[in-house]
């Protein structure tokens, strides 16, 4: 991965958890990693655990930033999702699944935010 990419991936993300922030989330983590997998944020969202993917684009070109969260990323999530609960005994609190869309365009940055983006079964 070029170190432009990172770069906007880490942008991207900093700019999604501004707009949880203004949603009244509360960040718990950036940039979650575990041996089960990754999740770009965690936050709380009253008290439901609000696990969110991040997803960056310079152009419409390549897609909807929203539609690149796909059935393997989902279950990629879930199982990094339960790790993390499992980590932080959090097992009893509602779980939610968001997906932040991030475009950059000339300059300009729009952002989109999907709650309860996608379900995982068990």
Known sequence: MSGNRQQLGAEGERVAAKL????????LQQNYRCRVGEVDLIALDGTTVVFVEVKTRTQEGFGSPLEAVDRRKQRQMARAARYFLSEHDLHDRPVRFDVVGVW??????????????????E
């Not at 952002?111 to 379900?119: K, M, P, R, V, Y």
């Open 20 to 27: 949880l922030r203004r949603y009244r989330y509360r960040i």
């Open 104 to 121: 950059w365009e000339g300059g300009r940055i729009t952002c989109e935010l999907i709650q309860n983006a996608f379900e995982v079964s």
